[in-house]
Nanobody
């Protein structure tokens, strides 16, 4: 059974940093691209960052480019999102999911609970 467990969220002041983790199980992480998404209250879920299988390719939404860094450790079945220079508009629930290719549609219908990131001004 596919499981995606996000962690690392919390309350942080604007300008601060946070590192999110996504622990994956039930599938072979090293065979898929991985992505981070976020959903703010009243807004649709949006793609934040995506990474290829061997980390050679990375995609970032314009709103987070140069502030966020996606990485992965296939041996540990974990994907990370390092978030720096956080802004109040980064406040959202963050989720991870797999994709067939970088930036592709989410592969799994079962989303994890996500991890809440709240940035105070």
């Amino acid at each position: 059974q596919v499981q995606l467990v996000e962690s690392g969220g919390g309350l942080v002041q604007a300008g601060g940093s946070r590192r999110l983790s996504c622990a994956a199980s039930g599938f072979t992480l090293s065979s898929v691209a991985m992505s981070w998404y976020r959903q703010a209250p009243g807004k649709e879920r949006e793609l934040v960052a995506s990474i290829t299988i061997l980390s050679r390719g990375k995609y970032y939404a314009d709103s987070v480019s140069a502030r966020f860094t996606i990485s992965r450790d296939n041996a540990k079945n974990t994907v990370f999102l390092q978030m720096n220079s956080l802004k109040p508009e980064d406040t959202a629930v963050y989720h991870c999911n797999a994709a067939r290719q970088i930036g592709g549609l989410p592969l799994f219908a079962n989303w994890g609970q996500g991890t809440q990131v709240t940035v105070s001004s």
